[in-house]
């Protein structure tokens, strides 16, 4: 989905995803919502509301990046691709080049694609993607030139909405409040390119996010959610540029009943371990 490389005030300093469903841990300790609490299986008002929430989040975004010509049609003349790709290196040298410091100059070929979808969704996915001049340099970075000042003007309005911000827990300006910090990545799982031409790709983008605050007076703990973007892609000026996409949940597999680990744990997480540069 979409949200960029750290945002200001001590955010995911890396290109890492929104859309993301936060569920409050129940049985946490006093002062510390992660505390060492399992995953909770029953419901309750408040987690309807943050469901609730989310769900108004994921539409508005969604429909902000999409602008008014709905999903495009795939390349013509391209032909599904049988099977899934190896996830083994092939031997292409990754790419060394950066736009914006996202990853640029992919190779012009099914690989390419791959590797420009799989980057450009951790970009997108970012918490750059709620500070006003990162977001502008991942938009112009990633979308075609036709198509990255509509876009732009949309993800400005959304991404700016104050009632928005204080649903998921920010201050007005985007940033984390004081001692929390602001979370939004998303891990690539996997890609497949199901349409292909020489100027044109079909791509789909399978990963996790991870989207929430993590500090020890947070409401909005950091959890994690499945996605497939599907990205359409166009060969413009020897690179692989972003023209639309659309999402749906899932895959998602069954959780596992794993302690959640304490609000310091995971900002130091965040803080210490970078994103990647995709490419194989």
């Known amino acids: 989905m979409s949200l960029g490389d750290g945002a200001s005030g001590g955010g995911d ?53 999409r602008g008014d010509g709905g999903s495009s049609s795939s390349a013509d003349g391209g032909e599904p691709r049988a099977g899934s790709a190896p996830t083994a ?52 970075a990633v979308y075609a030139p036709d198509v990255a000042a509509a876009r732009q003007s949309a993800l400005d309005k959304a991404y700016s909405n104050e009632k928005f911000l204080a649903n998921v827990g920010l201050n007005k300006d985007g940033t984390a409040p004081s001692g929390e910090t602001f ?17 044109s790709a079909t791509v789909e983008l399978w990963y996790t996010s991870l ?13 994690e959610s499945w996605y497939t973007t599907t990205y359409q892609l166009k060969w413009i000026n020897s690179d692989w540029k972003v023209t639309d996409f659309t999402q749906k949940d899932g895959p998602v597999p069954v959780g596992r009943d794993q302690k959640a680990s304490t609000a310091d744990d995971m900002s130091k997480a965040v803080e210490e371990y970078g994103g990647f540069t995709y490419a194989r």
């Open 183 to 199: 979370v939004s990545r998303i891990i690539p799982v996997g890609t497949k390119v199901t349409k292909y031409s020489s100027d």
């Open 211 to 223: 989207f929430g605050l993590s500090g020890d007076g947070s409401t909005n703990p950091v959890s």
């Open 89 to 140: 290196a092939s031997g292409a040298r990754p790419v060394q080049s950066k736009t914006g410091g996202i990853p640029s100059g992919f190779a012009h070929d099914q690989q390419g694609a791959e590797s420009a979808a799989a980057n450009y969704g951790i970009a997108l996915g970012s918490t750059g993607m709620f500070d006003a001049n990162q977001r502008h340099t991942i938009v112009n």
């Open 13 to 65: 300093t890396e290109y890492g995803g929104v859309g993301q469903t936060r569920t409050r841990l129940p049985g946490s300790r006093s002062g510390d919502v992660y505390g060492g609490a399992r995953r909770g299986r029953s419901s309750s008002r408040s987690l309807v509301t943050v469901v609730g929430v989310v769900v108004l989040l994921i539409a508005a975004i969604a429909f902000a990046n």
